[in-house]
């Protein structure tokens, strides 16, 4: 082990300075030795432990005995920390490529990818197991996250085609067009990035140029969901699919998704954050209001808020849970299937023309 880390350390130190390139030799054919089982072949080990040693040998020679346990502690963490060091790069990479996040339990915590709202991974962390005296859970969980990330390494490299991941009752922003292509976002009604994603859309024309649908995916947290009102909104959009307004130029949900991430209330707020603010009480008064708006009569409205709260709603909504967390593979909101790529978190104008 000593061998392993002065080989580590004297790498980086003979890049810096000559006068210990001399030792780093002899730590590489200990290393490589001792890497396949077998006994360093020089006295490397005891030259360079006598050379750090022999100062104190000269003015506490008592003191050198613990001195050399310690050296061999030291070895076994420099070592230990090197390979942790090597699997966090690898785990990261491999997150990046296929998550577009170095941090698959918390993806917007990553600078490097693309921005958006992260779908938290609620199994604990190294950290967390640890402090909880769970040693076992703080290693395994960690290895079947990596083992998750690789085994998903294909879906990255696959043609995506949004028709293979359309939701039930699918709706479509401009209307079905055979001769068009289909895109599909996965949003969540309270992310900010979805709110972005869409005005991009919008002044992209990206529409008009494909058969634009969505899943709602109301991003679950801790205590909850991400965005208090989310799953509410959700449940009425998911109502008006099961319950369409007939000769509707464009589909009630997708009005309400666009009012919601592209106009303001009276007092010059987006109402987006308007909603993600209000009680769910308000939440309703208002997306019932914004329904009969857009053609829906009493009747119709008092229909859609029943099926709103029904167990068929539920599953829909469960249903499409799986579909984004077991065939999508995503861990950011938004994304965006369309022309044979799956595109995680806020996609840019220039992206979209």
């Given at each position: 082990m000593f061998c392993i880390a002065a080989f580590i350390v004297l790498l980086f130190m003979a890049a810096i300075s000559a006068r210990y390139r001399r030792y780093l030799a002899k730590a590489a054919s200990?290393?490589?030795r001792r890497m396949t089982f077998r006994p360093c072949d020089t006295t490397f080990k005891q030259d360079l432990k006598d050379h750090m040693l022999a100062p104190l040998a000269a003015r506490r020679?008592?003191?050198?005995?613990?001195a050399s346990v310690a050296l061999e502690v030291v070895a076994f963490l420099v070592v230990l920390t090197t390979l942790w060091s090597g699997y966090v790069v690898v785990g990261s990479a491999a997150n990046l490529?296929?998550?577009?996040?170095?941090?698959k339990q918390d993806s917007a915590s990553c600078s490097l990818g693309a921005e958006a709202?992260?779908?938290?991974?609620?199994?604990?962390?190294?950290g967390e197991s640890i402090a909880a005296w769970d040693i076992v859970g703080a290693f395994g969980n960690d290895f079947v996250r990596l083992g998750e990330t690789f085994s998903a390494i294909p879906s990255r490299m696959q043609n995506w085609d949004a028709l293979e991941y359309l939701p039930a009752n699918a709706t479509y922003l401009n209307g079905l067009d055979a001769k068009k292509e289909t895109a599909l976002?996965?949003?969540?009604?309270?992310?900010?990035?979805?709110l972005q994603l869409f005005q991009n859309i919008e002044e992209a024309g990206f529409a008009d140029r494909q058969n634009l649908s969505y899943i709602a995916f109301p991003i679950q947290s801790a205590t909850g969901y991400k965005?208090?009102?989310?799953?509410l909104v959700t449940q009425y959009l998911e109502a008006l699919r099961l319950n369409p307004l007939a000769d509707a130029k464009t589909p009630v949900d997708w009005q309400i998704l666009k009012r919601i991430y592209t106009e303001e209330?009276?007092?010059?707020?987006?109402?987006?954050?308007?909603?993600?603010?209000?009680?769910p009480a308000e939440t309703t008064t208002l997306l019932q209001e914004w329904a009969r708006e857009f053609g829906l009569s009493q009747a119709q409205v008092d229909t859609v808020a029943s099926v709103a709260g029904s167990a068929k709603v539920a599953q829909v909504i469960a249903d499409n849970k799986t579909l984004v967390e077991e065939r999508i593979h995503t861990v950011k909101i938004p994304t965006l299937i369309f022309d044979g790529r799956r595109h995680d978190g806020l996609v840019s104008v220039g992206d979209l023309d």
């Open positions: 200990c290393t490589l020679p008592g003191l050198v005995g613990p490529y296929v998550y577009g996040t170095c941090n709202c992260s779908i938290p991974d609620q199994t604990p962390t190294v976002e996965v949003i969540d009604p309270g992310c900010t990035y979805c965005f208090p009102n989310s799953l209330n009276d007092e010059g707020v987006s109402w987006q954050s308007a909603i993600n603010s209000a009680d």
